[in-house]
């Protein structure tokens, strides 16, 4: 099955730094690569997706980028502020199977 | 658009007694639902996937007798933790997915569900 691995697990960074998170995954079959945002007692948000067919994706001050041929997908933040700390997720889906495998998570902490 | 309604938010029960947890999509048919447990600091472990008027698909671990999915329409499923014990404490959470517009392919979470078991 599928296998995604996320680093770093936690990343602290000064308010209006960039922050960037990594994920790999196993499965060449997945296609369907999606960010959610956790905060405390609550369930995930999705932020930002990407498919197969695109390499990078933005959406104001975040984006993702994917590399299928090494198997790896990042999330970047940029002028980061307080209200971005929380717990991120990413996720593989081979989108058929509709099924997510996440990534550990990763606690990012935004320092005013 | 897309949004996944989950309640209760939080609920105490005794050893012994069962819980019912509801989940419900508000703005488009989901097809698909799925159960996922997260304990503190850790990610979500998927327990099952229900597609609407069949019975669910447990992940290996999972005690399907334990853990009773209802997906019977397109808006609510429902998972019911019978003879609860404190080891079934836990955030429970679902999501849907659909075929609509907004929601194909893509997993909406509900916000979560803390279960204490006293």
């Known amino acids: 099955g599928e296998n995604v691995e996320q680093h770093p697990s936690t990343l602290s960074v000064q308010e209006g730094d960039s922050a960037v998170i990594k994920c790999t995954y196993s499965d060449s079959a997945s296609n369907y690569f999606p960010w959610y945002k956790q905060e405390l007692g609550k369930g995930p948000q999705l932020i930002i997706d990407?498919?197969?067919?695109?390499g990078e994706k933005k959406d104001q001050r975040i984006a993702v980028t994917l590399n299928k041929t090494a198997k790896h997908f990042s999330l970047h933040i940029t002028e980061t502020q307080p209200e971005d700390s929380a717990v991120y997720f990413c996720?593989?889906?081979?989108?058929?199977?509709?099924?997510?495998?996440f990534g550990s998570g990763t606690q990012l902490t935004v320092l005013p | 658009g897309a949004v996944v309604s989950q309640h209760p938010s939080w609920v105490i029960c005794k050893s012994g007694t069962s819980v019912k947890i509801e989940c419900r999509s508000l703005d488009f048919q989901a097809t698909t639902m799925f159960w996922y447990r997260q304990f503190p600091k850790q990610s979500l472990m998927l327990m099952a996937t229900s597609n609407e008027g069949s019975k669910a698909t447990y992940e290996q671990g999972v005690e399907k007798d334990k853990f009773l999915i209802n997906h019977a329409s397109l808006t609510l499923s429902t998972l019911t933790v019978t003879s609860a014990h404190p080891e079934d404490s836990s955030f429970y959470i679902c999501?849907?997915?659909?075929?609509?517009?907004?929601?194909?392919?893509?997993?909406?979470f509900g916000a979560g569900t803390r279960l204490s078991v006293l």
């Open positions: 990407i498919r197969s067919n695109v």
């Open positions: 999501s849907a997915t659909g075929q609509g517009m907004v929601a194909k392919n893509i997993q909406y």
């Open positions: 996720a593989a889906s081979p989108g058929s199977a509709r099924q997510l495998t």
